[in-house]
């Protein structure tokens, strides 16, 4: 597996369905699922966050602190924290994790990312490989979906 080409592929898949959705209508609630393209903006730049914790933990950093918010029933806790920002610096902050991300994975070894074990807090039998195609991959290709569904309502085709 390639860690590095799973999460720019997950990430282009995600930014191009996002432009999907028109600025005037990034506030509208209700359209992806129950949540406005800003409140998913806030929730996938949340989990980018988790993620960066994540890896700096398998070099050498403290353990994520972000993983006990990481499931599902903490999320509107954890969008609603985000209230007073806009799409476009929620965007900035989801870019500026990513982009992290994308440094730290280039530091982490390919035994490393496939090794069975390294993660017992997602389960002894997956690797960091497999928590980022399951969590991260799968996770961004879930709201890319959402994103597509709503410029195809938007666009009258649904």
Not at 61 to 81: I, T, W, Y
Not at 106 to 113: T, V
């Given at each position: 597996m390639n860690a590095r080409d799973i999460l720019f592929y997950g990430n282009r898949t995600l930014l191009n369905s996002m432009e999907?959705?028109?600025?005037?209508?990034?506030?509208?609630?209700?359209?992806?699922?129950?949540?406005?393209?800003?409140?998913?903006?806030?929730?996938?730049a949340i989990f980018e966050?988790?993620?960066v914790q994540i890896l700096e933990s398998f070099l050498g950093?403290?353990?994520?602190?972000?993983?006990?918010?990481?499931?599902?029933?903490?999320?509107?806790?954890?969008?609603?924290?985000k209230e007073g920002k806009s799409f476009d610096d929620l965007l900035q902050e989801y870019h500026d994790a990513h982009a992290r991300v994308m440094e730290l994975i280039?530091?982490?070894?390919?035994?490393?990312?496939r090794e069975v074990g390294t993660i017992p807090w997602y389960g002894d039998e997956y690797s960091l490989d497999d928590f980022i195609v399951y969590t991260f991959y799968g996770h961004k290709?879930?709201?890319?979906a959402r994103f597509?569904?709503?410029?195809?309502?938007?666009?009258g085709k649904i």
């Open positions: 999907r959705v028109p600025p005037n209508e990034r506030n509208t609630g209700g359209l992806i699922g129950w949540w406005s393209a800003r409140e998913a903006m806030a929730h996938l966050a988790g993620l950093g403290p353990f994520p602190e972000l993983l006990s918010n990481m499931d599902s029933s903490k999320n509107d806790q954890l969008v609603a924290q280039e530091k982490i070894s390919p035994e490393k990312l290709r879930e709201h890319a597509e569904a709503f410029g195809d309502l938007l666009e």
